[in-house]
C-alpha cells in the first residue's frame, strides 16, 4: 500500500480501525476512506436502522465530526511545523493547503490562455 500523504517524519500517523474489506463491504466512497471511516460505517448503519430519522444518531454523528477535525488539526499542524523549519510544502499538498487558491496564478499559466 502506498504511503499516506499526510506521513512526515516524527508525526506518527493514526492507525486505520477500518480494513479495506469492512470500507468496501460498507460501500464507502474511496474519498471517505480515511483515519475516521470506522465511526462513518457505524453512523452509516445507525442512519439506515433509524430510516434517516433526524433525531437519531446524534452521538455518531458527533463522534465521526469529532475526529474528522482533530485529524484537519492533525494535517495543518504538520504543514505549520513544516512552514516552521522552512521545509517547502510538497506539491501534491498545496491545493488541500489552499483550498481557496488564494496563492497568486504562474505567469507561464496566464501566458498560454
Known amino acids: 500500500m502506498a504511503p499516506r500523504v499526510w506521513e512526515v ?15 468496501a463491504k460498507a ?10 471511516s470506522h465511526l462513518l ?3 452509516n448503519e445507525c442512519r439506515q436502522k433509524s430510516k ?3 433525531w ?3 452521538h455518531e454523528k458527533h463522534d465521526y465530526m469529532m475526529c474528522q477535525y482533530v485529524e ?3 494535517r495543518q499542524q504538520i504543514v505549520k511545523t513544516m ?14 493547503w489552499d483550498p481557496f487558491h488564494t496563492k ?3 505567469p507561464a499559466a496566464s501566458d498560454s490562455e
Open 27 to 36: 460501500r464507502l466512497p474511496h474519498s471517505y476512506r480515511d483515519y475516521c
Open 83 to 96: 512552514l516552521d523549519k522552512g521545509q517547502p510544502i510538497p506539491d501534491e499538498w498545496a491545493e488541500r
Open 9 to 23: 517524519e516524527g508525526v506518527p500517523p493514526p492507525t486505520m480501525k477500518a480494513t479495506e474489506e469492512e470500507m
Open 56 to 58: 437519531a444518531c446524534k
Open 52 to 54: 434517516f430519522a433526524p
Open 72 to 74: 484537519f488539526y492533525r
Open 41 to 43: 460505517i457505524k453512523l
Open 104 to 106: 497568486k496564478a504562474s
